[in-house]
């Protein structure tokens, strides 16, 4: 089946310490997303690949680093930066071609639940 | 100004009823938009693609209005599974950044027997 995995789905840390939360997709998509969702909050974007060995941050990058190894991978670090970290983090993967051309709506991982405690 | 805004509601309507959400935005690079649904501590799905004037898929209709920078949902015969979040999104067109997904912060929907 294609799709979009996120792990762990919950995910507990201490405050100092850094953390890594795996977002893996089979669909060939080359864009993909981060997204953080506070309760009864909007979707926020962090960070976005439109391509491999390329990323941009979105409008909440501090306390917040990406890689884009591969094209299946988008792993994002929640650094100790990060002052208020506990949330629910949502990755995302789409065609990366002008919208225009239709077709690129974005498909969502299952969220990583994580609490700083 | 947030870039994609949304009456947050919450809107309680009976089932049968039908329902219209709003939706504006502030970009006009955006050129595609989404509705997408959210359940209680899911993933957002995508409930419909809007990248014309409009289309429609069973009970529901979205429409688009460039000159007002104007999306609705229109939910007809409302079913308590219905029951969700709507989350309305716009997609920029051309430049550097095209594709980038713009979310607004949602309207919550409840429908009761």
């Known amino acids: 089946d294609g799709g979009i995995t996120q792990s762990p789905k919950y995910l507990f840390r201490k405050e100092g310490q850094n953390v890594t939360l795996s977002c893996e997709q089979n669909l060939n998509h080359d864009a993909m997303y981060w997204y953080r969702q506070d309760p009864g909050q909007g979707l926020r974007l962090i960070y976005y690949s439109q391509i491999v060995n390329d990323f941009q941050k979105g409008d909440i990058a501090e306390g917040y680093s990406v890689s884009r190894e591969k094209k299946e991978s988008f792993p994002l670090t929640v650094t100790s930066a990060q002052k208020n970290p506990t949330a629910f983090y949502l990755c995302?993967?789409?065609?990366?071609?002008?919208?225009?051309?239709?077709?690129?709506?974005?498909?969502f991982g299952q969220g990583t639940r994580l609490t700083v405690v | 100004r947030k870039e994609v805004e949304q009456d947050p509601g919450p809107f309680n309507v009976p089932e049968g009823a039908t329902v219209a959400f709003n939706c504006t935005y502030s970009n006009s690079a955006s050129q595609s938009f989404f509705w997408y649904r959210q359940d209680c501590r899911k993933e957002p799905k995508l409930l419909m693609s809007v990248y014309s004037s409009g289309n429609e898929d069973g009970r529901f209709t979205a429409q688009l209005n460039r000159a007002s920078q104007y999306i609705s949902l229109l939910i007809r015969d409302s079913k308590l599974s219905d029951s969700a979040t709507y989350l309305c999104v716009g997609q920029k067109s051309g430049g550097t950044s095209y594709g980038k997904l713009t979310f607004g912060q949602g309207t919550i929907l409840t429908v009761h027997p």
């Open positions: 995302a993967s789409s065609l990366n071609r002008d919208p225009l051309m239709k077709n690129t709506e974005a498909f």
